[in-house]
């Protein structure tokens, strides 16, 4: 029994051995860096915050976000509206705020600049306000696996057809490149009823 509890350690600290001399795949390297922000996205930074009934969420959707909101939102329930300044950042993140904002109700709120995954997040609001001057950002996702832009890309297709978003918008924004970013006009976000109301 001995001989073979000792085998059984052996080969066990043998493969741990090779495991831990084996170089990670830039693949698992990529995933632990986005998952700990930091990769290029968590470095830019972001600020969560609470002003009265607003939620504010300014700089790049990094995962970090999701806990910060997360929180804030249960530590002040008389939240409104969630305020999104955003250049854009992690689809994921995107669509975990939107899944956020739509169950508790919110309405949304872009500023100045709502872009590309935060336009996810913003589609959460039950209202969805812009002020004047403020531009929303679309785009198709983008990757680096196909499988990961297939599944995003049929999230994101899932979330328009339930604010019934009409196809011709839709497939505008999956007709521009991850790389551009298309800013549909005051009348063609309200004629797609991405935007509810514009405001001062």
Known sequence: MTRWLARTVSVIVGIAGLLMLTPFSSGMVSLY???????WIGQQGHTVSVDDTNLQIN???AWGVL????????????IQTVVLNS???HVG??????DEIRSRNLDTYAEELCASA???AFL?????????????GFHAVGGEGANSIGAGTDKIRSLFQEIDVPETFVEHVFATPSDS????SRKELLGAHIVTDVIN
């Open 118 to 120: 935060c336009t996810l």
């Open 93 to 98: 993140v995107g669509t975990r705020l939107y």
């Open 67 to 78: 806990g910060e909101v997360s929180r804030a939102l249960a530590s002040n329930p008389a």
């Open 124 to 136: 959460g609001g039950a209202h969805r306000y812009v002020r004047i001057g403020a531009k929303l």
């Open 59 to 61: 700089g790049y959707l």
């Open 181 to 184: 970013v298309w800013y549909p």
């Open 87 to 89: 250049p854009g950042g």
């Open 33 to 39: 860096q986005e998952a700990t922000d930091q990769d």
